[in-house]
């Protein structure tokens, strides 16, 4: 069968304060000792040099991720308005980001949205923290990594994914925004994908806040003076976000949650443009 156990050692685990710190996991699964994999699903799925068995594998693993899809799907179908906060898992409880980011979810799930992050360390960390101080509904969608174990302990609705693919997918559905804190490769992966599906209309009237002029501005000069001017992506495609320090345009960037009630706005194709 698909994904059998792997002999390997337990990686080194940070901890998280919560009681799946000293567990690896595996989508549902808490693992440790003997039981922690050398590798994860997604790492197996992409291997281009495995032996030719896996083409007898893969409809088990299709199975497998059409069922995270329906784990996803129906743990988050009735979670309501929410926005998404995304930023470096490095971060320390101590940075100015880390202060901003669970400011920014306490005031954001004041205006009754829920609050979705990675469910990990650092940013993630403080905006589940913040929306649990404003009573908001405090959501992490956590994912198999090699190097972090468990979510945070203010994830109050937690799913764990094997695929970053089917997470990817539950962050867009199920988020009417995004703000954008300092992070790294992983935060510009969820970045990028939000510009794309907005310029493409596969979603539509989808604020997206990069918070921290200090630390987005080379990459919003980058994208004027190298896409635009390369003519790779169009004067409209540098509208999509806002850039700010202020808490308070952020809040009312991304609106209350009676906003969302107001229905996507009809996708202009003329205003569209050609994916580039």
Known sequence: MADE?????DPSVTSHAS???????????????????????DQRLLESR??????????????????EFVEGFGCLAELGPAVSIFGSARLKADSQAYRDARVI??????????????????????GNLGAAEAGGVSVGLGIELPFESGL???????????YFFVRKTMFLKYSRGFVVMPGGFGTLDELFEAFTMVQTGKVTSFPIVLFGTSYWQGLVDWMKSTLLA???ISPRDLEMFT?????DEVVATIGSAATADEGPEPV???????QQ
Request: without cysteine; charged residues 25%; negative net charge.
């Open 152 to 162: 945070n302990e203010h994830v109050e609705l937690g799913v764990n994914f094997r």
């Open 19 to 41: 009681d799946d710190s000293a567990y690896y996991s595996k989508g549902p699964l808490r693992l440790r000792g003997s039981q922690v994999p050398t590798t994860t699903t």
């Open 50 to 67: 495995s032996s030719a068995d896996w083409v007898h594998e893969d409809p088990w693993r299709v199975m497998r991720i059409q069922a």
């Open 268 to 274: 202009d194709p003329e205003q569209l443009g050609p």
């Open 105 to 126: 979810a306490r005031r954001i799930a004041e205006n009754g949205n829920a609050i979705i992050t990675g469910g990990g360390p650092g940013i993630m960390e403080a």
């Open 243 to 247: 850039l700010t320090d202020d808490i």
């Open 230 to 232: 390369e003519g790779t």
């Open 5 to 9: 156990l792997d002999d390997g050692k």
